[in-house]
């Protein structure tokens, strides 16, 4: 049987990680996979779930199993976290998941099951996961023009003009906030525009919200998510706690259906538990016991909003001393949109060719279509980025 398989493509992200670790210069750095990384560059558990898992070492009293919905407190801790206040939060149902990757296969799954001519419109690029993870499902993958490689921002008359033409059968994935990998987001009256869509033409926004904290805080970058929340029966969302809690090992996400009734939203849930069971039978539940006493305990959650908002704070700070450093240099703007974007991701416009070189001669990784991961950087490392960016963009 096995003989029919040929080597497999290594990941893109996943495979840039192993790289890295194996390379033996001193000088390196690691702008591949996203993940925060203080001054020292070590990636910190945050003091929220350091004082969080503490208290759970000490209280648990047993590791039975939760559930098909894992933990139910995360599960409404994390939609209040996103949706509370809406119109969506009296007719949403939600799961925890194996990250948001698991979400996004979960839903996947729930569309496929709903609609088998469901077409998932994806912006381009998207996040790489994006398109594997809805082709294993079943699902039609179509992109929507989305980065305009000239600017380094969205091209929003591109986007929503191709999204004039989705309709019913159709799905479209947004990112709810620092878009990955580009960096460029789209602004609140494109969420709008997009919301007004989806009325007219009957598709489904379907939101990947996993950098909630770091755009441009926890409530405004929710804000686009929340208007469609509030005026459209069916939304999906992704959900990650591997960045803004700093889980990323812990595998924690969630799953919501916004329905056009509670009951609708409830059948839903019946369906992914049905799913879940049939692919992996119940999330791991550590991540998501920590994030219900931080998010249930006024004291942590104080704790775990001061310090995200720090590393937000720094990642903005880096961004603008990458930018200054490489206006220096150049002796124009061209590349102050790195100012501009959102989170931690910038694709910087560099062909496969100069990443290559960047690897090659100065032991700096990032993604492939020049995705550099902004929060893996260091204020000590700028001026080496900098000069190496020149560099390879001077050969
Ligand atoms: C990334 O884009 O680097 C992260 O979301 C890690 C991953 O799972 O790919």
Same mark, same amino acid.
């Given at each position: 049987m096995l003989e029919t398989l040929t080597p497999a493509q290594p990941d893109p992200i996943l495979s840039l990680t192993i790289d890295f670790r194996q390379?033996?210069?001193?000088n390196k750095l690691d702008l591949g996979i996203g993940v925060y990384r203080n001054s020292r560059g070590e990636t910190p558990i945050m003091e929220a779930v350091k004082a969080a898992q503490t208290a759970l070492a000490e209280t648990q009293t047993t590791k039975s199993y939760v559930g098909l919905a894992g933990n139910e407190g995360f599960n409404q801790a994390m939609t209040s976290l996103l949706l509370?206040? #809406? $119109?969506?939060y009296s007719r949403v149902s939600t799961i925890q998941t194996p990250g948001a990757s698991g979400a996004l296969r979960m839903l996947a799954d729930l569309m496929r099951v709903a609609n088998h001519n469901t077409t998932v419109w994806i912006s381009d690029? /998207?996040?790489?996961n994006h398109r594997p993870v809805m082709e294993a499902a079943g699902l039609k993958v179509r992109h929507y023009p989305y980065f305009n !490689?000239? #600017? @380094? =921002?969205?091209d929003l008359n591109a986007m929503l003009d191709s999204l004039s /033409?989705? %309709? @019913?059968?159709d799905v479209v994935l947004l990112h709810? +906030? +620092?878009?990955?990998? #580009?960096g460029a987001d789209i602004p609140f009256e494109a969420w709008k525009r997009v919301g007004e869509l989806a009325a007219k033409n009957g598709f489904t926004p379907f939101v990947d919200i996993?950098?909630?904290?770091?755009?441009?805080?926890l409530d405004a970058d929710a804000k686009g998510l929340r208007y469609l929340a509030d005026n459209l029966e069916e939304v999906l969302v992704a959900t990650s706690c591997s960045k803004s809690f700093g889980l990323y090992r812990e595998r924690t996400g969630a799953a919501m259906v916004i329905g056009a009734s509670s009951e609708r939203a409830q059948n839903a849930k019946g369906k992914l538990l049905n799913l879940a069971r049939s692919t992996y039978t119940m999330p791991p539940d550590h991540g998501a016991a920590i994030v219900e006493m931080i998010l249930s305990d006024a004291g942590l959650r104080k704790s775990w909003e001061t310090e995200i908002a720090a590393m937000n704070q720094r990642i903005v700070t880096l961004r603008q001393g990458l930018a200054t450093a490489l206006r220096e240099r150049v002796? $124009?703007? !061209?590349? $102050?949109?790195i100012q501009q974007h959102k989170g931690?991701? &910038?694709?910087?416009?560099? &062909?496969p060719e100069l990443v290559k070189r960047l690897k090659d001669d100065h032991a700096i990784y990032a993604v %492939? $279509? &020049? !995705? *550099?991961? *902004?929060?893996? =950087? /260091?204020e000590a490392r700028i001026d080496y980025l900098a000069d190496a960016m020149v560099a390879v963009s001077d050969k």
């Open positions: 390379d033996p210069r001193e509370e206040g #809406t $119109d969506g690029p /998207s996040y790489v !490689r000239e #600017t @380094k =921002l969205v /033409s989705a %309709g @019913k059968d709810g +906030c +620092c878009h990955n990998p #580009t996993a950098y909630q904290g770091f755009g441009e805080g002796g $124009d703007g !061209r590349f $102050d949109f931690m991701f &910038s694709v910087v416009g560099f &062909s %492939g $279509d &020049s !995705r *550099i991961n *902004i929060a893996g =950087l /260091s």
